[in-house]
């Protein structure tokens, strides 16, 4: 089905990169560098270990520029709470060897409230209706269960054993790889990762 053009209901696709979708208790946006290391300031050591991408990764912006992280090889989603303006969670898409991966990172003081689940499902969206991505990749950390529940609850079946998994800042640990498969994935985007 097709919605507003965008394949998505509430996506919106304007010039450029920007990229935006709204529930009643989340905002997803594509990340600002700058939002991006402002919010790595305030997540926990726990959640740096697993965001993958730290700021350094992100490199340099000389002339002061604050560019949308969205390219070719990764996109950067942050889910906000619309009433306090606070980020909640941290969405990867990323391409790891032809694969397209994604992961979900939530601050500590909205864990366990269901919005890692709903972040990923909504960059899932994108990915399969606004992107064409038929086939998406995950891992979850050996015994996290809280990981391995919101990827099941997304539509994700584990795919195989336990085997290295490689985050986007190359931090390698070994995780169980998850599947999840569109087969009516289509490209509507009019402005794709370049």
Do not use: K, N
Request: aromatic residues 8%.
């Amino acid at each position: 089905m097709f919605f507003g053009g965008t394949g998505v209901v509430g996506l919106t696709c304007p010039l450029g990169a920007v990229h935006s979708i709204e529930t009643a208790r989340l905002r997803l946006v594509v990340a600002r560098r700058r939002e991006l290391v402002a919010y790595w300031d305030t997540l926990d050591e726990e959640a740096r270990r697993w965001v993958g991408v730290q700021p350094g990764d992100l490199g340099d912006e000389p002339d002061g520029s604050d560019p949308l992280l969205w390219h070719a090889d990764r996109a950067l989603f942050l889910g906000y709470d619309p009433e306090t303006g606070q980020v909640v969670s941290v969405v990867t898409l990323w391409r790891d060897a032809g694969d397209h991966v994604v992961s979900v990172t939530v601050g500590a003081p909205w864990r366990r409230r269901g919005y890692g689940a709903e972040s990923l499902a909504l960059v899932c969206a994108i990915a399969h209706r606004h992107l064409g991505i038929a086939r998406l990749h995950a891992g979850s950390a050996d015994g996290d269960e809280a990981a391995a529940r919101c990827l099941s609850g997304c539509g994700f079946g584990a795919a195989g054993a336990p085997a290295l998994f490689t985050l986007p800042s190359g931090r390698v640990i070994e995780a169980q790889p998850w599947e999840r498969t569109e087969p009516e994935a289509r490209l509507r985007c009019r402005h794709p990762p370049s």
